[in-house]
Nanobody
Framework: QVQLVESGGGLVQAGGSLRLSCAAS????????MGWYRQAPGKQRELVAS???????NSADSVKGRFTISRDNAKDTVYLQMNSLKPEDTAVYYC?????????????WGQGTQVTVSS
């Protein structure tokens, strides 16, 4: 059983910063891509940023230059540093990981952490 546990969400004023963390645990042979998605009320879940196990990153145009994704492979942890936050960044942020386990490759999700940016 693989679990993703997120932390770091909260309430911040516009222009502020937050850092999200997501740690994976369980019987994992390899963690391939890790990423962060978000879902605002009434909207579909969207990719924020992703990172492969060799460090290649991808991010949404809306967060380029403001958000940075990174990972610590030794700790099976992915981070999202969010700077210059805007009210439109308000959403539930979900961690995502594609893991190779003894049963094969599967995609896992965290429980979500709320990020609220006030104007």
């Amino acid at each position: 059983q693989v679990q993703l546990v997120e932390s770091g969400g909260g309430l911040v004023q516009a222009g502020g910063s937050l850092r999200l963390s997501c740690a994976a645990s369980g019987i994992i042979f390899t963690i391939n891509t890790m990423g962060w998605y978000r879902q605002a009320p009434g909207k579909q879940r969207e990719l924020v940023a992703s990172i492969t196990n060799d460090g290649n990153t991808n991010s949404a145009d809306s967060v380029k230059g403001r958000f940075t994704i990174s990972r610590d492979n030794a700790k099976d942890t992915v981070y999202l540093q969010m700077n210059s936050l805007k009210p439109e960044d308000t959403a539930v942020y979900y961690c995502n990981a594609v893991c190779l386990t003894k049963r094969g490759n599967f995609e896992y999700w965290g429980q979500g952490t709320q990020v609220t940016v006030s104007s």
